[in-house]
């Protein structure tokens, strides 16, 4: 299940927090900004192969609408203009460039379970990637990934390559109320309160597979957290608001390179 944030009184007074809008039409602008930003970090990690991959935020006003990158286009070259608003019957309503249909199957379907979701990314990274062969949940081996101790899914059922509305309402099904889930087979996909949250998660995830499969050439036995403070730190470090925090010197770093972020 999914942390909680704590009460705001439990909280740093001079912690940043989500900003507030006046108008559909600003918080549309920030959201698509984001969104850019975040594809040009997944882009300095690595996490592109090829033309798949993608992230998604539900529209602030339409809710059963998502933005989403346009299929083929560069991480490191996205740009808020580039955006595609997309139905969840597929359609593209705003954007001249095709869509991922793998995205469309995908996402619509969490979209449309998990209405607390307001942005998800799924990409082929190679650690991701690499630990969703073994078919196996990660384990509580580090402080950072006990974020995901009980709160990850694993989606078993590989059958191809998403293009069908019911793989991925099965993919939403085993996702259920957790922050993320390993697609056995291909990859990661993480869920968030915001494109921070979500983005983080996604970030995050995929540094702990690598841990593990680190880890794991050694030879040695992994020496595993206890259940007692494993829940402990998730509930430190798990939280909506914790993991929009993380990702704020990411965003930091990028919105001071990019002009169109700036103004």
Known sequence: MAVPNPPLEMLPDDLPLPPKFETMEAERAYLKKKLSGAFRIFGRFGFSEGVAGHITVRDPELEDHFWVNPFGVSFNQMRPELLLLVNHQGEVVKGSLPVNRAAFAIHSQIHAARPDVIAAAHTHSVYGKSFSTLGQKLAPI????????????????????????????????????????????????????????????????????????????TGQPLVEISHEVAMKTRAELGFPIAGYFQFQPLWQDIAAELDFIRT
């Open 142 to 217: 580090t402080q950072d990934v006990c974020a995901f101790y009980e709160d990850h899914a694993l989606f078993s059922d590989y059958t191809g390559i998403v293009n069908e509305l019911e793989e991925g309402s099965r993919i939403a099904e085993s996702l259920g109320d957790y922050k993320a889930a390993i697609l056995q087979n291909h990859g990661l996909i993480t869920v968030g309160h915001s494109i921070d949250e979500a983005a983080w998660w996604f970030i995050t995830m995929e540094r702990s597979c690598q841990a593990q499969l680190l880890a794991m050439q």
